[in-house]
Antibody
Framework: EVQLVESGGGLVQPGRSLRLACSAS????????LSWVRQPPGRGLEWVSF??????????EYAASVKGRFTISRDASTSIAYLQLNSLRAEDTAVYYC?????????????WGQGTLVTVSS | EIVLTQSPATLSLSPGERATLSCRAS??????LVWYQQKLGQAPRLLIY???NRATGIPARFSGSGSGTDFTLTISNLEPEDFAVYYC?????????FGGGTKVEIK
């Protein structure tokens, strides 16, 4: 069974950092692209970041709103993807979902974690 | 970036009725359009990818159509579990973008 389990969310002050983790199981981690998608409370979905599979170089893409502040990475030895969040702002407050892309349509997200809430507030 | 506009914002229907949801892109996305369903307190679920391909396990009452800038998600015979919020997403160009959602509520 495919599972994505996020952790690392919490309350953080503006300007500080946080690292989110996505523990993956039930599939061959190296073979799939992964993304982070966020959802502010009561609002819609916003794509945040993407990392290609190992075979496709593991290269990354970012939304303009987070580029230069957030970093996505993946660790094949532990099947964990990370999202490092730096210089956090109030507008980064959201539930952050880890997602897996389809093999044939890598930016169509077929599995989602349960989400982890990040609250940026003083 | 590509802006996706979903309409209507809310659709009030009864079980058994047909739901027609629209997603319009600010420029052509070819067939690279995806639909998700989200129920309250849950993560989104993939319904349709690349405009018309049903994801694994999705019932046949869900269908997607369109290309270019205009897309439609049709739910042919609403079941009680279909009342939810539906989002479209384009994967044609970076950054990936989502529409604002359509809420399908019970009339």
């Amino acid at each position: 069974e495919v599972q994505l389990v996020e952790s690392g969310g919490g309350l953080v002050q503006p300007g500080r950092s946080l690292r989110l983790a996505c523990s993956a199981s039930g599939f061959t981690f190296d073979d799939y692209a992964l993304s982070w998608v966020r959802q502010p409370p009561g609002r819609g979905l916003e794509w945040v970041s993407f990392i290609r599979s190992k075979a496709n170089g593991g290269t990354t893409e970012y939304a303009a709103s987070v580029k230069g502040r957030f970093t996505i990475s993946r660790d094949a030895s532990t099947s964990i993807a990370y999202l490092q969040l730096n210089s956090l702002r109030a507008e980064d407050t959201a539930v952050y979902y880890c997602t897996r892309g389809l093999k044939t349509s890598v930016t169509s997200f077929d599995y989602w974690g349960q989400g982890t809430l990040v609250t940026v507030s003083s | 970036e590509i802006v996706l506009t979903q309409s209507p914002a809310t659709l009030s229907l009864s079980p058994g009725e047909r739901a027609t949801l629209s997603c319009r892109a600010s420029q052509s996305v070819s067939s690279f359009l995806v639909w998700y369903q989200q129920k309250l307190g849950q993560a989104p679920r993939l319904l349709i990818y690349d405009a018309s391909n049903r994801a694994t396990g999705i019932p046949a009452r869900f269908s997607g159509s369109g290309s270019g800038t205009d897309f439609t998600l049709t739910i042919s015979n609403l079941e009680p579990e279909d009342f939810a919020v539906y989002y479209c997403q384009q994967r044609s160009l970076w950054p990936l973008t989502f529409g604002g959602g359509t809420k399908v509520e019970i009339k």
